[in-house]
Structures are given as structure tokens and as C-alpha cells.
């Protein structure tokens, strides 16, 4: 007499699941959480050395960069490279303790970034007060912490 196939342990490969289900692998727009996150973190960190305000003086044009505006553009630029030491990390191997997900992180530090940005689009600072409009730059943050807040929230989605 032969036993039944589903008493056969030898049959599952190992590192299935004891069910024998595996979870698909994410595709499209949801796999795209972790690209989504360090470029948008690269691009947040470069903005900081773009053009925030723009203005002219007497006969002058002037453009004051992120850096140039204070501790707030500084701390900009710092948030960004965080973003991307954390997608550079994960990728060499590194992994956070499971109490602490990766994708919380990268959602803080983009809210932390916009709310750091949308504080520089509302008051200019008096060191730059020649300038009287935003530049490019500025947007430029915005869209980039806004962008890596959508892919935290991606990356949330992926761990699910």
C-alpha cells in the first residue's frame, strides 16, 4: 500500500511555507516603493543646493540657494541623504529591528522634510530679504519630500 501525497514532507521545497502559499511578488506601480524613495531622497538632498528665492537688487539679479536660507535648508539637505543611507543600507543587507519599520522611517523623515520646506515657502527669512519670490528650488523640495512620503507609503503597502 502506498501513503497518500499529502503526508509526502520531501515534496515542498525547502523555505515554502509549512501551507505550501507564497506570497506573489509585488508588481507595477507597487514594486516601485523603494526606487520611488531614494531618488525621491536623492533629488530632496540636490534640491537643497538649487535656487529657493529669486529676486533682484539694484541692477542685479540675485538667486539664494537652500543651503544659503538658514538651519532649515541645511537640515533639508540632511533629510534627504538620510533617505538615501537608509535605501542604500537596506540594500547592502542591513535590516532594522522588525519593531521599527523601514517604511515609518521614510515616511517621518519626507513629513518632517515638507513640513521643514513649506516653513521656508511661507516666511522668507531676513538673511535673504533682497529676494522677494521663490525659485524653482523650492518646488523642487516640495515635490521631492512629498514624493518620498509617497514612497514610504509604498514601501508600507510592500510589507504588508
Avoid: C, H, N
Avoid at 500500500?1 to 499529502?6: A, I, L, N, Q, W
Avoid at 543651503?67 to 542604500?88: C, D, P, R, Y
Amino acid at each position: 500500500m502506498e501513503t497518500p501525497d499529502f503526508f509526502d514532507l520531501e515534496s515542498s521545497a525547502p523555505g515554502d511555507p509549512a501551507g505550501g502559499y507564497t506570497r506573489p511578488a509585488a508588481s507595477g506601480l507597487w514594486a516601485a516603493g523603494e526606487r520611488i524613495t531614494w531618488v525621491a531622497g536623492l533629488i530632496l538632498a540636490l534640491s537643497s543646493f538649487m535656487g529657493w528665492y529669486a529676486g533682484s537688487g539694484v541692477g542685479v539679479k540675485l538667486a539664494v540657494i537652500g543651503w544659503q536660507s538658514g538651519v532649515l535648508g541645511k537640515l533639508v539637505f540632511f533629510l534627504g541623504l538620510a533617505v538615501v543611507v537608509i535605501v542604500a543600507l537596506r540594500e547592502t543587507g542591513f535590516e532594522l529591528p522588525p519593531s521599527v519599520p523601514e517604511s515609518l522611517i521614510v515616511l517621518a523623515l519626507g513629513a518632517l522634510a515638507a513640513i521643514f520646506v513649506l516653513i521656508r515657502i511661507i516666511s522668507i527669512p531676513d538673511a535673504v530679504l533682497p529676494a522677494d519670490g521663490r525659485g524653482i528650488g523650492i518646488w523642487i523640495s516640495l515635490l521631492a519630500s512629498l514624493a518620498v512620503i509617497a514612497g514610504g507609503l509604498l514601501r508600507a503597502a510592500e510589507e504588508l
